[in-house]
């Protein structure tokens, strides 16, 4: 198996120094001396706390993508609807550790200009990809259900136990699965 990059060790550093001290406690000192890494070679990669934090979210993102390919394999269908694809997705992501998406939240809470990129790419997934016009309230009443399940779980709120989510995440994939599927695509909102 082959070496992490210096940019990985040091993106793998710093989501261990947030789950580990919390968000507050990541400094880029910190960072270096968790990843082995010389603070000079850390800024070479991340001059910045908040471009450390860019590059985290980055990674958040592409993690959200690598689990949209697992919920599609999953899911045993030929071409499941990409609604179904993200409800899976989210619930996939439950499992996942809740601390480092609990404190990057936290962060971007205080400094929402972090997360301007993945809003947009958001915001074109869901008009462009995940909710059909004909059908937009519908089809934003089940994505957003399954968001506030996965938000309840980020936050340690969650009234349901392991059990109860399971049945509520699996009839939000049946009700998604019987949506219609379209090409249109619904107005964005004027910002």
Do not use: C
Not at 62 to 70: G, I
Not at 84 to 89: C, H, K, N, P, S
């Amino acid at each position: 198996m082959s070496r992490p990059s210096s940019k990985e060790a040091i993106l793998d550093a710093a989501e261990a120094v947030v789950i580990e001290s919390g968000a507050s406690h990541m400094t880029l000192d910190a960072v270096a001396e968790r990843s082995g890494i010389s603070k000079g070679g850390l800024i070479y990669h991340f001059p910045t706390k908040e471009s450390l934090l860019e590059g985290m979210i980055d990674r958040l993102s592409e993690q959200f993508e690598h689990l949209r390919e697992k919920a599609r394999e999953e899911l045993h269908q030929d071409t499941p609807s990409e609604l179904m694809v993200e409800i899976r997705m989210l619930q996939g992501k439950a499992s996942q550790n809740p601390r480092l998406s609990a404190a990057l939240l936290a962060v971007t809470a205080n400094q929402p200009e972090l997360i301007s990129a993945m809003r947009q790419n958001m915001r074109e997934r869901f008009f462009d990809v995940l909710v059909p016009e004909e059908d937009f309230l519908a089809s934003s009443i089940l994505f957003f259900a399954a968001v506030g399940l996965h938000f309840h779980d980020l936050l340690s709120l969650s009234l349901l136990d392991q059990k109860q989510k399971t049945r509520v995440y699996e009839e939000l994939l049946r009700l998604a699965g019987e949506r219609p599927r379209s090409d249109s695509r619904p107005s964005e909102p004027k910002a």
